[in-house]
């Protein structure tokens, strides 16, 4: 199994009745409440991090796209992703993703993506994304019934441009070139692509016929994923797809601690406030043409598919009115000790048959501090006791380069504990 290492680049400073203000954290929030100097700061303590994160044995460092949000406050995850290619050694830089609709021309997505494969030594996955309402419709204005056709334009040049070994033309519908010649080109012949989803059958259909990695993106657990994500596996069964778990990715809120009395006094407020400042006007999530009839008749269906959450228990984490352990019963959250973290992870990997990981070890306003130990404890005393899971199944969208310097690390530092103190 593979684990990565992500967090929402949250701003930590919002007012403390932002939710009681009723603005929107989407599309619409004011920039006066964010303060550039702070935002540097924050930028620099999430680098600082994903560097621990490679040393401690995460195979990938996870950076995301979204716009207009305090949220999550990376408008261009390959700016920081380019940070971490040269400054980190083993781990994948793993970008989830671009959102490929809303660059005109999507070459400048292919050359920038070959740029980090060959800083990092080919360490790159190239996550390919449709991006959210917020993102695509409302913030940059692409119409929703375009998206679609212009993601796979895009995706087919870009993919193109990194194989073909002469410059060629391309007349697309909505992007014309007549060269067509990137350099740089990446160092894997194929870098491994990943596309996140919400539920659409026609992404489903995509990561099905292309073989690319599925991600499930969700914050809101286990109780709510797990009918989506039997019903993914399913279809994917029906298709005749490839059932290998490393072809799925889910993120997870993690809050490990040596006690778990710790790990409640020191991430219970973070998640109160990545949960109560997610607040988005309803306008915004569902325009006409986004998603297909097809697509949104199946997603109601799973809604009151059984073992879902209740409509009540989703809007009490939302306005942070659960308890810690409500949330980590209900698997917004997987908290405790290193010993529990790691029994519900194995749980929660080997039930929705998960082989890539997102582990979120930073959320909210949580202090770099508490980050720091919630990597190290997870990297060191987690990842290692759940390296068998999956481990028949080959894995063909982590670099190579990737797997083999961090097996080379993990057998080294094994070598380095056995060797008998002086």
Known sequence: MK?????????????KDFPDM????????????ADPLKLGEMYRMFIRLMQQADRDGFDGLAVN???QTPFACTPSPNLLAASLASTTENAAILIIGDSLALYNPPTRVAEEMAYMDCVSGGRLIAGFVFGTPMDSVFAYGTPPVELRDRFHEARKLIERAWREPEPFAFNGKYTKLRYVNIWPRPVQPKPPVWVPGSGSLETWDLVIDEDYCYGHLSFSGLHSARPLVQAYWDYCEQRG??????????????????????????????????????????????????TSVRSAQEMAKRLTAPGGLSPEDRARAQK???????YDEKGYIIAGTPERVRQRVRELATELRIGQLIACLHMGDLSEETAAMNTRLFGTQVIPHLRDLW???PDNWTPVISQQRIAAAAAAKSARNLEPAQ
């Open 22 to 33: 009723g603005i929107s954290s989407w599309v619409t929030p004011p920039p006066t409440l």
């Open 65 to 67: 796209e979204h716009h």
């Open 320 to 326: 942070g009115e659960m308890s810690f352990w409500e």
């Open 391 to 393: 481990a028949d199944q």
């Open 3 to 15: 684990f990565h290492w992500f967090a929402e680049a949250t701003y930590p400073h919002l007012p």
């Open 241 to 290: 797809g490839n059932m290998n778990p490393h072809r799925m990715a889910f993120t997870q809120l993690i809050c490990c601690a040596e006690t778990d009395a710790e790990a409640e006094a020191k991430y219970y407020d973070a998640v109160r406030y990545f949960y109560r400042n997610n607040t988005l006007d309803p306008g915004f999530t569902s325009p006409p043409g986004y």
